[in-house]
């Protein structure tokens, strides 16, 4: 059962991935909850700038494995906007992070981009327990992922309206 301060950390997700829309990326956003329930570090997608592997699941996995002991590492928690790509689950897991709280699902995600008639992922929507199966996962949570799905609307709206 998650409680109001796991609440809290989705809620910055959430707003990490507005953010993202508003500086022209795809909305994901991730912070890193430290043993202690502190936060420790945040980030957004950034990949409008043409490199695509720079999701803030990724960038929180590097910033983990050079900041933080594989104690920490371990008992950290990583919450965010969205389930983790392929990509970012195998980094989570080679870092030794701890658990992961998803807003909304990649089962969602695909399902949301072909209802609003986006082109398939490159990438195959695997959840994270296939591609990482001793981290502990959690989600998706409502009402978060109707939320995250609304952004995604919005990019998908604001990407096919471009030149």
Do not use: K
Not at 15 to 34: H, K, M, Q
Not at 39 to 55: M, P, S, W, Y
Not at 69 to 83: F, H, I, N
Request: hydrophobic share 40%; net charge negative.
């Amino acid at each position: 059962m998650l409680t109001d301060t796991d609440h809290a950390h989705l809620r910055r997700c959430v707003e990490l991935a507005r953010e993202a829309l508003d500086a022209g990326d795809e909305p994901f956003g991730s912070v890193l909850v430290g043993p202690d329930g502190g936060v420790l570090h945040e980030d957004r997608n950034r990949i409008a700038g043409g490199d695509a592997t720079r999701h803030p699941e990724f960038a929180l996995a590097r910033w983990a494995a050079a900041e933080l002991t594989p104690a920490d590492r371990a008992g950290s928690t990583v919450y965010t906007s969205g389930e983790h790509c392929p990509m970012c689950s195998a980094a989570h897991a080679w870092v030794g992070l701890g658990p992961i709280v998803y807003a909304s699902s990649a089962a969602q995600l695909t399902a949301w981009r072909e209802e609003f008639g986006a082109p398939p992922s490159p990438v195959r929507p695997i959840p994270i327990r296939e591609v990482a199966p001793a981290i502990d996962t959690e989600g998706p949570v409502p009402p978060f992922d109707e939320e995250v799905r609304a952004l995604h609307r919005a990019s998908l709206r604001e990407r096919s309206s471009r030149p």
